[in-house]
């Protein structure tokens, strides 16, 4: 069954550094996603990617954060100086289509855990 | 209460009874969506009920969806000790992103 990959499963930085997480989506999948969550609390939407732009972004999404679609198959997260508090448990997800007014199921992959120093 | 709150917080059963977590929301949806996630691992999608659904089967899971109390339910028959997991509900709205509860921890004895 197709499914959505994420590496490194564990990322350690220091502060201020800049990390890259990568997804692999499901391949037929048109909408990719982003969250986050931080240990013991909710998850967080981050930003949803469509149509190689992004589609929404929530407030935590701010400027040092950047999604790209590097090739037919990547999708990235770039956080370009990492704070302490952005030490979370990242998941990407995709879904088949968002544009539908219905809306599909969204999958997501293992996580990556990102722990800043 | 939060958009996307479960309760109860936490859940002990034995295993082969039926375990019933519940899911309350507070604005209008397109659909509700049920995940599991063991313990520091990633979540995987159970069932998706839309806004127009009342019910869902799939496999041992029922799911239920009542718009007008901006509730539901998620039903596990027969519980095994693999159902041990933290049970969240996630609404989808107008927005793109989904929006989850806190969770229920669900704990089958034995």
């Known amino acids: 069954e197709p499914e959505v990959t994420q590496t490194p499963s564990h990322q350690v930085t220091q502060m201020g550094q800049e990390v890259i997480l990568r997804c692999v989506p499901i391949s037929n999948h048109l909408y990719f996603y982003w969250y986050r969550q931080i240990l013991g609390q909710k998850v967080e939407f981050l930003v949803s990617?469509?149509?190689?732009?992004?589609?929404?972004k929530s407030e935590i999404f701010d400027d040092q954060f950047s999604v790209e679609r590097p090739d037919g198959s990547n999708f990235t997260l770039k956080i370009r100086s990492t704070k302490l508090e952005d030490s979370a448990m990242y998941f990407c997800?995709?879904?088949?289509?968002?544009?539908?007014?219905?809306?599909?199921?969204?999958?997501f992959g293992p996580g990556t855990r990102l722990t800043v120093t | 209460s939060q958009q996307g709150e479960e309760d109860p917080q936490a859940l002990s059963i034995q295993e082969g009874e039926n375990a019933t977590m519940n899911c309350s929301y507070k604005?209008?949806?397109?659909?509700l969506q049920w995940y599991r996630q063991n313990s520091g691992r990633g979540l995987v999608h159970l069932i998706l009920?839309?806004?127009?659904?009342r019910e869902k089967h799939s496999g041992r899971l029922r799911v239920t969806l009542d718009t007008s109390k901006k509730s539901s339910s998620l039903l596990i028959t027969a519980s095994r000790a693999a159902d041990t997991a933290s049970y969240f509900c996630a609404t989808l709205g107008g927005a793109d992103g989904l929006t989850f509860g806190k969770g229920t921890h669900l704990i089958i004895q034995p």
């Open positions: 990617f469509y149509n190689n732009e992004i589609s929404e």
């Open positions: 604005t209008s949806i397109n659909n």
């Open positions: 997800a995709s879904s088949e289509d968002g544009t539908s007014g219905t809306y599909y199921e969204q999958y």
């Open positions: 009920i839309r806004s127009n659904e």
